[in-house]
């Protein structure tokens, strides 16, 4: 698979994001940073405030314990004044924006029997990604890892919805890798299209009322989904989720602010987290 410059491009702030994490007491300078991603400070300066649309710097600070937590805060004000405004709120953009649809139990017995998957691998603000689609919606987006085989992740998605039928369509793909990473979300509406437990589907129809910008803990999933004991199959649904982005693992962090593990890499939660974050600072 062709290597081009949007991955290179990712692939260096990825880097930097963990160098900078990892000397964050001492502040490295902006020279020190980009030579370690290989680039002239310009250069990095110019890719980094184009992706992010704020400086390195900057987005660090979002990337911090004590605003992690001071976010969290903020998020559950913000997810309650929008619950009681209704759905007119800015701040159920993204609800509106994405709309989940289940398998039926019978479907569910069927295991994806007779549905047709259309597949592409696509580059996208966080590296390359394996886009499945289906006439009902957006039915799988995961994140291909650093030295991962591409089809590694394929056949995941094959085992997931294993008696369908698949072919690989670029074309028709990008056309929702574009809507999915567009600034413009309030524009465009998506449907995904989901396979799971009816608990998994409440997960991830809560994950879905996160507004852009905002991160909350597994609590408060659980106690969203009327199962405040339930924190550990939170955990679980959450981890599962096979549409990566559209519906929005990567927003539950721990209570005591630090990120955890995502199950596309880490710094790649970190990334999307704090991108989110400059973004909707900029809305």
């Keep these: ?35 370690k991603v290989h680039l002239s400070p310009f250069h990095f300066q110019r890719i980094f405030t184009e992706w992010a649309g704020i400086s390195p710097k900057r987005f660090l600070q979002f990337l911090t314990v004590d605003f992690l937590k001071k976010k969290l805060q903020q998020s559950k004000n913000l997810v309650e004044a929008a619950e009681q405004a209704g759905l007119s709120s800015q701040s159920r953009v993204y609800d509106l924006f994405t709309t989940l649809e289940a398998v039926t139990p019978q479907e569910y017995k069927l295991r994806g029997s007779g549905l047709r998957i259309a597949y592409g691998f696509h580059e996208t603000p966080f590296g390359l990604a394996l886009l499945g689609v289906t006439e009902r919606g957006v039915c799988w987006l995961s994140f291909i890892t650093t030295d991962e085989d591409p089809k590694y992740e394929l056949n995941k998605m094959k085992e997931h919805w294993d008696l369908s039928i698949f072919h690989d369509d670029q074309e028709q793909t990008a056309r929702f890798i574009e809507a999915i990473f567009s600034q413009q979300h309030e524009n ?80 790649r939660k970190k990334s999307i987290i704090g991108w989110e974050i400059a973004k909707a600072s900029w809305d």
């Design 1 to 35: 698979m062709m290597v081009t410059e949007d991955k290179i491009n990712y692939l260096r702030i990825e880097q930097a994001i963990q160098y900078m994490e990892k000397n964050f007491h001492r502040q490295p300078e902006l020279d020190e940073v980009a030579e």
């Design 188 to 267: 465009k509406k998506l449907h995904v299209f989901v396979k799971g437990t009816n608990f998994q589907v409440k997960v991830w129809e809560a994950l879905l009322r996160l507004p852009l910008g905002s991160v909350t803990t597994y609590q408060r999933i659980a106690e969203k989904i009327q199962n405040p004991k339930a924190m550990q199959a939170v955990g679980s649904a959450v981890g599962s989720n096979h549409i990566a982005y559209l519906i929005p693992c990567h927003r539950v962090i721990r209570k005591d602010g630090i990120l955890g593990e995502y199950r596309w890499n880490s710094t």
